[in-house]
């Protein structure tokens, strides 16, 4: 570990970085499991193809960089793949 000033100074912001993204993905899943029981309750499918396209669309829009177009529908697969995943596992 490095006791350069900088270095710590930097990862902490990087750590304190990554807490909101736990906390982030967190409150989704949390909204994302609501959604799907009101789907379910009410009969809609739960996937959605086209809110998917426009998830992403929206958020290509915003995207100021220097993450790429590649590196955010890298990022929004990942996410989406995860939610998908935890719902599944919160339903075992």
Do not use: C, W
Not at 41 to 69: I, S
């Amino acid at each position: 570990m490095s006791d350069d000033p900088t270095i710590r100074r930097i990862r902490e912001d990087i750590s304190q970085l990554d807490r909101a993204i736990v906390e982030a993905v967190n409150s989704r899943l949390e909204l994302v499991a609501r959604l799907k029981l009101y789907k379910e309750e009410n009969g809609f499918p739960f996937l959605d193809p086209d809110r998917e396209r426009q998830l992403l669309a929206d958020l290509a829009e915003v995207n100021r960089g220097p993450l790429t177009n590649a590196g955010l529908h890298e990022l929004v697969a990942a996410i989406l793949g995860l939610t998908k995943r935890e719902l599944e596992r919160d339903g075992e």
